[in-house]
């Protein structure tokens, strides 16, 4: 039995053929090629032409009083918050995804509910999208919601499928149902093209792209390279945000590593955090894997990726460790990195904030589970 080849995910893109240390503030590198460099030659590093890198080396004595203003969930009169009546249909289970309408109410996509609520501008639930079940018009446990420009709303569920519905009155009456090849965990709607974050089995691109009717135009992108299919699965599933010039922001759950793609499949931005601490994925000579905790019990992982005006990004990242994963909370800490709309230029970051569930006219939309699930975002 050959021995198990193990990579540090962040170490593939960044540390292990970084010329020196990881320098901050948006310092422009070049991306080295480590081929040959790691014990997993199967990597193809190759496979990503950037035209910057940009290493982000967090600093956790900082706090950057301006974003933490921006990201910090706010309280009293200036903020209101649904968490839904007493009811049981109508109280809200979670906020896995959020989207504006046009006229200004909110959607909430709630994954446990298998619903999507309308939220009034004031916070009241006003109506629902869906309902539980496999046919059409049912959500069977949703994904992803995004809102074109006509105020048309598309729901992504776990049944390979996006179903688009169109307004009728103060409600939404379904329009079609749009087959895919992959579960939609991400989704944004550019003009006539509806962008899809998906992974399967067959194919480890990232981002697929369909006309509104549902037809493919293209697949790009990948977050790892194995011969074992179940790896590129597994570490390909991420997040997602659609840009201003219709651009694309990725970056893998497990991997704190930011790339922006045009909407023809062109990488054209690549950010790392170099010092983080991503699981270890050991790859099995049967084409199985099985993840490792780093030597430290720390791992990072991406929990929120949104568009921010001006073109900038978000990037936030988990920071949990064995106590808090034995207390059942998705991180200790987090940590919050706001990337400039172009390479260079000054990277905001703090150590506080509240994790960014979507934007909302150019407000943050913050996710809170305590004392009950709900959604907080600031009153204009």
């Keep these: 039995m050959t021995a198990l080849r193990r990579a540090v995910l962040v170490c593939l893109l960044a540390a292990c053929g970084a010329p020196g240390p990881a320098r901050s503030h948006g310092t422009v590198t070049r991306l080295?090629?480590?081929?040959?460099?790691?014990?997993?030659?199967?990597?193809?590093?190759?496979?990503?032409?950037?035209?910057?890198?940009?290493?982000?080396?967090?600093?956790?004595?900082?706090?950057?009083?301006?974003?933490?203003?921006?990201?910090?969930?706010?309280?009293?009169?200036?903020a209101v918050s649904f968490t839904g009546p007493a009811s049981r249909d109508d109280a809200l289970s979670g906020v896995d995804a959020a989207a504006p309408l046009p006229d200004g109410r909110l959607l909430v996509l709630d994954r446990e509910a298998s619903v999507v609520r309308i939220v009034s501008p004031d916070g009241r639930q006003v109506g629902r999208i869906g309902r539980p079940g496999r046919g059409p018009g049912d959500f069977f446990n949703p994904l992803s919601v995004a809102v074109d420009a006509s105020g048309d709303v598309y729901v992504g569920?776990?049944?390979?499928?996006?179903?688009?519905?169109?307004?009728?009155?103060?409600d939404f009456a379904l329009d079609t149902v749009l087959p895919l090849s992959a579960s939609p965990l991400g989704l944004c709607v550019f003009d006539s093209l509806l962008v899809v974050h998906g992974t399967d089995l067959t194919d480890p691109s990232v981002i697929q792209v369909y006309t509104t009717r549902g037809e493919p135009v293209r697949r790009f992108g990948a977050g790892y390279r194995?011969?074992?299919?179940?790896?590129?699965w597994q570490f390909s599933r991420g997040r997602m945000a659609c840009l201003p010039g219709n651009r694309i922001a990725w970056a893998a759950g497990a991997m704190p590593v930011v790339r922006?793609?045009?909407?023809?499949?062109?990488?054209?931005?690549?950010?790392?955090?170099?010092?983080?601490?991503?699981?270890i994925v050991a790859e099995l000579p049967n084409e199985g894997y099985?993840?490792?905790?780093?030597?430290?019990?720390?791992?990072?992982?991406?929990?929120?990726?949104?568009?921010?005006?001006?073109?900038?990004?978000?990037?936030?990242m988990g920071i949990s460790n064995a106590e808090s994963r034995k207390a059942g909370d998705d991180y200790a800490r987090l940590i919050s990195i706001v990337l400039p709309p172009d390479a260079g230029g000054s990277i905001e970051r703090t150590t506080g904030g509240a994790q960014v569930a979507g934007?909302?006219?150019?407000?943050?939309?913050?996710?809170?589970?305590?004392?009950?699930?709900?959604?907080?975002w600031a009153r204009r």
């Design 32 to 78: 080295p090629d480590v081929a040959g460099r790691h014990p997993n030659p199967r990597f193809e590093v190759r496979e990503i032409p950037p035209t910057d890198t940009i290493w982000l080396e967090p600093d956790d004595r900082r706090e950057d009083p301006g974003l933490r203003a921006l990201l910090t969930s706010p309280s009293g009169a200036d």
């Design 157 to 170: 569920d776990l049944l390979r499928r996006v179903q688009r519905f169109r307004p009728d009155g103060a």
């Design 226 to 232: 194995s011969p074992a299919a179940a790896i590129n």
């Design 260 to 279: 922006v793609f045009t909407i023809g499949g062109r990488t054209v931005r690549l950010a790392v955090v170099a010092d983080a601490h991503p699981s």
């Design 290 to 316: 099985k993840l490792e905790d780093t030597p430290d019990g720390r791992w990072d992982h991406v929990v929120s990726l949104a568009a921010l005006p001006g073109g900038r990004i978000l990037l936030q």
């Design 359 to 376: 934007m909302l006219g150019g407000r943050a939309l913050f996710t809170v589970t305590d004392p009950s699930p709900g959604i907080t």
